[in-house]
């Protein structure tokens, strides 16, 4: 979607509908952002949908916060950066928090930080890295994930499309013009 479509309430609304869906038995929504500011912005929007959403949004503080809010056996509507899905210490591999199914991560500018999964040499140091999305899908295994954005790329190396499936819907910028 383009930028000012409403993207942000279109999340808010489609965590309200997935919040509600009995199949997903009260589940545990993670509101992926690479920024704090977007973090912030995103937070500020689901705040005033708490009727919506049926329960206060929080934001992860830290890691070891974001591990206790991610601890719970339902519910939740749980606000971090990416960044925090990094382990503590350099050639770690992040603990798994949840082996639920009814985890949802919605991801936020879906087109960068989402990619990695696969080891890269790094000659310098000699050491094999990984990207952050690596280490969410460790720590998150049976979470399902819908990535929102404004710019899908389709490089050898990143493909938003491969990592996040078929687009459910466009609002492309000929659509914004068309709406004035």
Not at 21 to 38: F, G, H, K, Q, S
Not at 77 to 89: C, D, G, L, Q, R
Not at 99 to 112: F, G, K, L, P, Y
Request: aromatic share 10%.
């Amino acid at each position: 979607h383009t930028q000012g479509s409403g993207k942000s309430l279109t999340m808010a609304f489609y965590a309200g509908r997935i919040i509600r869906e009995p199949a997903m038995a009260n589940p545990t929504l993670v509101v992926l952002t690479d920024r704090n500011d977007l973090d912030d912005q995103l937070f500020g929007t689901f705040s005033r949908c708490q009727e919506l959403l049926r329960q206060p949004p929080v934001q992860a503080e830290s890691r070891a916060h974001l591990r206790e809010l991610l601890s719970v056996a339902a519910g939740g509507v749980v606000f971090t950066t990416i960044h925090k899905f990094f382990p503590e210490e350099k050639g770690d591999r992040h603990p798994k928090l949840s082996e639920r199914r009814n985890i949802v991560v919605i991801a936020d500018e879906a087109h960068r930080s989402q990619y990695g999964d696969k080891a890269k040499f790094n000659t310098r140091t000699g050491e094999y890295t990984f990207g952050f999305s690596k280490h969410l899908r460790d720590a998150l295994p049976h979470a399902s994930f819908i990535g929102f954005t404004g710019t899908p790329i389709s490089d050898e190396d990143k493909d938003t499309r491969a990592v996040f499936g078929d687009y459910v819907s466009v609002y492309d910028i000929q659509d914004a013009v068309d709406d004035g």
